[in-house]
């Protein structure tokens, strides 16, 4: 958020929609719905080539509002996350911030941005996702069907996903806003004791 650049509020946008990079940088207007908080990604632009909706939570219509300045010719189709140039975001500009802010933290004598479960790799984009499905299934009491459903997850067993339908959206805009509280959250300050071995 201390940055001002497009490619951190794509950023953001993406790590709170748990949506998939290029699905971010090939959003449009057209797509959102600000009056009822909610982003339609077509299926031409899906994994699953199925249309997706994802509820919108307070914080994403706040990027979304400071994001419509940029489109000046109020274009339905321009990009939500512009270059200077108007066109949309490379799909290089949020791993590229995140190198950048991995090798500022490093100057200043941090570890940087990495992912200790991966051997001290730096995060990547589409670590988020994977960081929003631990928050959800180990975190939260949301059942796992909403939450594969947030994720846009084609259910595994075929007889389940013939008979599911619905798209279960008052519990993922729940969900959503819930995964934007805890991944906004200032960080408690106070000293962290290591457990040690007797």
Excluded: C
Aim: a positive charge; glycine letters at 6%; proline letters at 5%.
């Amino acid at each position: 958020r201390k940055r001002e650049a497009v490619a951190a509020r794509a950023l953001e946008f993406t790590i709170l929609t748990a949506a998939r990079l290029g699905e971010v940088t090939g959003a449009t207007w057209r797509e959102v719905d600000l009056q009822t908080w909610l982003w339609t990604i077509p299926a031409t632009r899906m994994k699953a080539e199925k249309e997706h909706e994802i509820p919108l939570s307070s914080r994403t219509v706040a990027i979304l509002k400071e994001m419509q300045v940029l489109n000046t010719k109020s274009k339905m189709d321009a990009p939500l996350f512009p270059t200077s140039a108007g066109s949309q975001l490379s799909g290089m500009a949020m791993p590229m911030l995140l190198r950048r802010m991995h090798e500022s933290a490093m100057k200043a004598g941090d570890v940087g941005w990495v992912d200790r479960k991966q051997k001290g790799r730096m995060i990547t984009v589409h670590g988020f996702r994977s960081t929003f499905r631990d928050w959800a299934g180990e975190q939260s009491a949301f059942p796992r069907e909403v939450i594969e459903h947030a994720m846009a997850h084609q259910l595994p067993n075929k007889a389940e996903a013939a008979y599911s339908r619905a798209t279960l959206l008052p519990k993922r805009a729940k969900l959503m806003e819930a995964w934007a509280g805890y991944a906004t959250a200032p960080i408690a300050a106070g000293k962290v004791t290591p457990i040690r071995k007797t």
